[in-house]
């Protein structure tokens, strides 16, 4: 359109010039109306599905990269663009976790923003919002489609247990002389994978048995024996 305005018109009609012969005539058309800008300010849009996060899930003490792909869906050039990384909604409880600028997203297109989450504190479900220019410094056709949000799981660290439950002697009542072999499984409570998982049985200080499992995953258990 090449027309602004508030409220404009909009009528369309089926068969406009009677050429099928119908019960009712008068309900061939309807009215509708729209609102056409004559603005020639960016837009900056942001969407969930342009946000990527990797690895995911993360890791609880590891690192994550999160990136956004944020869009110019208006008329002109958009210059100096905030782009804030929170973990939670901001507006709630949301706690700052980066910040990065873009310098410039041309209209039509869009421009990639990243941040390197070190060292994630704590696992669980992880809301991950991001805020494109948050303090409306830049004047825009919309203000109310600058932020998105995505849902990340964090995966608890490895939690290694044995009990004496878990422990198995062969034969179960031996004799002096006998040779005792021994079972024990151990079980991983977190949810990250245990990898190389020294395993060692003592009589006293001395050593009598080791073992390595190569993998313990999460939530799951593993045998072995001396």
């Known amino acids: ?66 990136s956004v792909f944020v869009k110019n869906e208006g008329f002109s050039t958009a210059s100096n663009i905030q782009v804030d990384f929170y973990k939670g909604d901001p507006g709630v409880d949301g706690i700052l976790l980066g910040t990065q600028g873009i310098p410039s997203i041309n209209e039509g297109e869009s421009v990639k923003a990243s941040f390197d989450w070190l060292n994630i504190a704590d696992a669980g479900e992880k809301v991950i919002y991001i805020q494109v220019d948050p ?27 044995i009990s004496a439950n878990s422990i198995a002697f062969n034969p179960s009542a031996p004799k ?17 994978n245990a990898s190389d998982v020294s395993v060692k049985a003592y009589e006293g200080s001395t050593v009598i048995g080791s073992q390595d499992i190569p993998l313990i995953e999460g939530n799951s258990q593993a045998d072995t024996a001396f």
């Open 176 to 192: 002096d002389g006998d040779t005792v072999s021994i079972n024990v499984t151990v079980k991983n409570l977190g949810q990250q």
């Open 135 to 161: 303090l409306n410094q830049i004047e825009e056709l919309a203000e109310d489609d600058n932020d998105a949000f995505v849902v990340l799981d964090v995966l608890s660290l490895p939690e290694l247990t």
């Open 1 to 66: 359109t090449n027309k602004a305005g508030a409220n404009l018109p909009l009528t369309v009609f089926a068969d406009p010039f009677n050429t099928f012969a119908e019960v009712s005539e008068e309900n061939n058309k309807a009215v509708t109306h729209l609102t056409v800008t004559a603005s020639t300010d960016p837009n900056l849009t942001v969407s969930y599905e342009d946000i990527g996060i990797t690895p995911s899930p993360a890791n609880e003490k590891g690192n994550a990269t999160i």
